[in-house]
């Protein structure tokens, strides 16, 4: 997928980026602050770690008033942040700059999210920035880290990929539920206006028939002459409404059919006293129905338990509602357009991070490939199942969760146990920093389980987070000595951060398809409102066309006519085309 994409694929992001960018900037700060291996050491740290979260809060507030990019003041805060972190690393390795990386991750997530391909180029700029401080400093230039800055862009890239395909999905739906409420609005629209201007209709009809029947004059009889009829008006006026019944009929369902229909129904039966005798009133005529609605009214119908007379009338007639009132009783028939979800699950992708973060523990700490991609082989499993059950129901995102927890804990110990060395070398540290390899299991679990909090029940989500803690405390008492509880805490810090990634995902797709959904329902509304003018514009024309042959029949024969019999036809007519007149 290259180039720009729309903002239906990619809003998601621009609602959820203060929090995503908050969440992956203060965690950083404090992993800087806590981890005895962090860049620099002492008070400069603490001051620096200070002042950059204080310009993280600065650019979070700056994106949270912005509808636009901010791109050019993104990436140079993110350069200026990565630079000053790699300047003060005291370790040439993976694991001071995959910190120092850290907060430009969501630029990438974004990139990748409003451009396609084109977004991986945020980590490759960045990657140049920490590889020429790297060079001033004399030490090595690191690549491999920037793979997890790709793989951030890539999830941008999938996730507004994944959201794209979906959406088109549910539009096309929504348009093929759509298709009967707009022939349904067309046909109202057509019969109101037949019913409004059926006075025209029969007028025309009773000047045409005035003319078939009038005499001839004695001039036009001797010379055999007689009005020229040149069309059966006089019964196309009766024949064009019956055909817009008939075409009603078809497809929709007129209420006065249904209310008779009902009516019928409900008085074949013994009980004499439950007869009930339903009086329409006229506008009700007109009133056409979907299938569905007029099922639902059938339900209600039987539900009143109605007798003897009752006088049917219309409270209230918008759009998407009809107010039908039976005596005391109001029943609301409802005509809305079908309701459209432009939400999309983000949990297939949670899984694939998930798998991504398993696999990425032979990488990173050594451990053994069959402890690695066994589980993340699990995890894209899972990943499979959520994206094709669609498991957004409580029972499935249950379900969801406490897979995901079985997986994590039985990776996290795995891995603790198939680690490749237990401690990370560091001078400024004896015997060095404890390797967590379960973190990135819980990375991926928290991720998952933050995906599904508002549909999981809670004592399933007690389980989930009970089980974090769980793991860590294990797998702290199964790696060697020196085990410093603060480097767990630490590594707590990027559990927290998934977790939050997470809520910003969620809480920008729940907003942007509020946004989304609204802007269709109102251009739903609009379109079916246009199909009922189309509908009374259809009737207008018919009868402006039958007033134009009318008035032709009449000017070819107008000379041939008693003068009285011209004067009424022509009143007649002319009262027709005051009517229709706009």
């Known amino acids: ?50 002042a950059s979260a204080g310009a993280d809060v600065a650019l979070v507030t700056r994106l949270a008033r912005s509808p636009r990019s901010e791109a050019p003041l993104h990436l140079a ?37 409003r451009y396609g391909v084109l977004g991986l180029g945020v ?42 395909r979906r959406r088109a999905r549910q539009l096309d739906a929504h348009e093929q539920a759509l298709a009967p409420e707009l022939v349904r609005a067309e046909l109202t629209g057509l019969n109101e206006a037949a019913l409004g ?23 036009a009889a001797a010379s055999g002459q007689r009005p020229t009829m040149r069309t059966d008006i006089d019964t196309g006026a009766a024949g064009w409404k019956s055909d817009v019944a008939d075409r009603t009929r078809r497809t929709h369902v007129y209420l006065a059919d249904l209310l008779v229909r009902w009516q019928q129904h409900h008085n074949r039966r013994t009980d004499l006293g439950a007869v009930v005798a339903l009086t329409l009133d006229p506008a009700v005529a007109p009133i056409v129905l979907l299938a569905d609605d007029a099922d639902r009214l059938w339900t209600a119908l039987d539900a009143l338990d109605l007798r003897g007379r009752r006088a049917v009338t219309i409270r209230s007639h918008q759009f998407d509602r009809i107010a039908l009132a039976i005596d005391e009783h109001v029943i609301d028939v409802t005509t809305t357009t079908p309701e459209v979800r432009l939400a999309f699950d983000p949990l297939p992708g949670g899984f694939a991070w998930m798998a991504l973060w398993l696999a990425a523990a032979a990488p990173r700490d050594g451990v053994r490939p069959g402890a690695a991609l066994g589980p993340a082989a699990a995890a894209l499993g899972l990943m499979w199942w959520s994206h094709h059950r669609g498991t957004t129901r409580r029972q499935d995102r249950d379900r969801a ?70 793991t860590l ?31 910003s995902f969620t809480d920008g797709i729940e907003r942007e398809s509020a946004d989304l959904e609204a802007d269709v329902t109102t251009r739903d509304q609009h379109r079916i409102e246009e199909r009922a003018r189309r509908g009374r514009a259809v009737a207008h024309d018919a009868a402006v066309k039958m007033l134009a042959e009318a008035e ?29 007149a706009p």
Do not use: K
Request: net charge positive; charged share 15%.
């Open 77 to 113: 805060v993110d350069a200026a942040d990565l630079a000053t972190w790699t300047a003060l690393s005291t370790t040439a390795g993976y694991s001071q700059l995959a910190t120092a990386m850290n907060t430009s991750h969501p630029m990438a997530i974004e990139a990748g999210a």
């Open 473 to 503: 405390v294990v797998c702290r008492w199964m790696t060697p000595h020196p085990r410093p509880a603060r480097e767990f805490v630490a590594e707590a810090t990027w559990i927290a951060m998934s977790a939050s990634m997470a809520r």
């Open 1 to 50: 997928m290259g180039g720009r994409t729309t903002t239906g694929d990619w809003g998601w992001i621009l609602h959820g980026r203060p929090r995503l960018n908050l969440a992956m900037r203060l965690t950083t700060r404090a992993h800087e602050l806590i981890s005895r291996g962090g860049a620099a050491q002492g008070r400069l740290r603490a001051a620096i770690a200070v």
């Open 401 to 470: 969760v406490l897979a995901s927890t079985a997986l994590a804990v039985a990776a996290g110990i795995v891995q603790t146990r198939f680690v490749g060395s237990t401690h990370i070398p560091n001078p400024r540290v004896p015997g060095g920093i404890p390797r967590v390899p379960a973190s990135l299991a819980l990375r991926g679990h928290a991720f998952v389980t933050e995906l599904c909090r508002t549909e999981a029940r809670r004592s399933t989500l007690i389980v989930s987070w009970a089980s974090v803690v769980a």
């Open 552 to 580: 032709a029949i009449f000017l070819d024969v107008a000379d041939e006519l008693d003068d009285e019999l011209r004067a009424e036809i022509r009143r007649r007519l002319a009262g027709c085309a005051a009517q229709l």
């Open 123 to 164: 980590p490759v700029l960045n990657a140049a920035v920490a590889g020429a401080v790297a060079r001033a400093r004399g030490r090595p230039v690191q690549l491999a880290p920037w793979v997890w800055q790709a793989a951030a862009a890539g999830g941008g890239i999938g996730l507004a990929r994944y959201a794209r």
């Open 197 to 219: 201007l059926g006075n025209v209709f029969d007028e025309v009809q009773r000047a045409v028939s005035l003319i078939r029947l009038a005499p001839v004059r004695v001039g």
